[in-house]
C-alpha cells in the first residue's frame, strides 16, 4: 500500500511569509494526489488535486498555488501568508478503493 | 460544492449509549469509506462499502450503503471514550475522492 511522507508537521509562520509544504509517495506510480485543509473538528476542504506532472486542477480561489514537479510530489505553496491560511493541511494519496494520507502539517500564521 | 453531508456535525454522549452517524448525497458513489481521525494526524480508513444495501460489521460498528449508492450509516453500539474523534466519510465519483462534512464524536465517561 501507499505511503504518504508529509512535512513539516508544525510550522509557524508571519502573515506575508512565504509557504512551502512538501508530500512525497512511495509504494505507487501516477498517483492522483490531493491537498485538503481542516478547520478544527470539521471536514475536509479539497484545495488542489493532481492527476499527473505538471496536471493541477483548485477547488476553491485562494492564496495558494499547488505543483506537482514529480509523479510522486506534491508541493502547497504560498508566496505570502494570510492569517487566515491558518489551519491543519492534509495530503492525500488516492488508493484503488480507498485514500492514504499523510500525517498533516499543522500552520498558524502569526 | 459540498458532495456528502454528515449529520450530526457534533455528537456528545455518555459511555455506553448507542450513536449513529449519517451521511447523504444527492450524487451516486461507485464506493463509500468511513475514516476516523485522532486530533492532529491524518484520517484513518475504517471500512470501505461498495455494494449498495451493504451491511459491514466491524467490532461494535456497523456500516450501511444505501441501496442507492447515494448516502451510509455508521452506527456504534455501547459507545467507549476511545470511539472519541472525528468521523469521516468520503465517496469516489469519477476520478476524485469527495470528503463529507465531519461528524465530531465525544464519549464521555
Known amino acids: 500500500s501507499q505511503t504518504i511522507h508529509q512535512w513539516p508537521a508544525t510550522l509557524v509562520q508571519p502573515v506575508g511569509s512565504p509557504l512551502s509544504l512538501e508530500c512525497t509517495v512511495e509504494g505507487t506510480s501516477n498517483p492522483n494526489l490531493y491537498w485538503y485543509r481542516q478547520a478544527a473538528g470539521r471536514g475536509l476542504q479539497l484545495l488542489f488535486y493532481?492527476?499527473?506532472?505538471?496536471?493541477i486542477s483548485s477547488e476553491v480561489p485562494q492564496n495558494l498555488s499547488a505543483s506537482r514537479p514529480q509523479d510522486r510530489q506534491f508541493i502547497l505553496s504560498s508566496k505570502k501568508l494570510l492569517l487566515s491560511d491558518s489551519g491543519f493541511y492534509l495530503c492525500?494519496?488516492?488508493?484503488?478503493?480507498?485514500?492514504?494520507f499523510g500525517q498533516g502539517t499543522r500552520l498558524t500564521v502569526v | 460544492t459540498q458532495l456528502l453531508e454528515q449529520s450530526p456535525q457534533f455528537l456528545s454522549i455518555q459511555e455506553g449509549e448507542n450513536l449513529t452517524v449519517y451521511c447523504n448525497s444527492s450524487?451516486?458513489?461507485?464506493?463509500l469509506q468511513w475514516y476516523r481521525q485522532e486530533p492532529g494526524e491524518g484520517p484513518v480508513l475504517l471500512v470501505t462499502v461498495v455494494t449498495g444495501g451493504e451491511v459491514k460489521k466491524l467490532k461494535r460498528l456497523t456500516f450501511q450503503f444505501g441501496d442507492a449508492r447515494k448516502d451510509s450509516s455508521l452506527h456504534i453500539t455501547a459507545a467507549q471514550p476511545g470511539d472519541t474523534g472525528l468521523y469521516l466519510c468520503a465517496g469516489a465519483l469519477g476520478n476524485q475522492f469527495y470528503f463529507g462534512t465531519g461528524t465530531s464524536l465525544t464519549v464521555i465517561p
Open positions: 492525500a494519496c488516492e488508493g484503488a478503493t480507498e485514500a492514504f
Open positions: 493532481s492527476v499527473g506532472i505538471g496536471q
Open positions: 450524487s451516486v458513489f461507485s464506493s
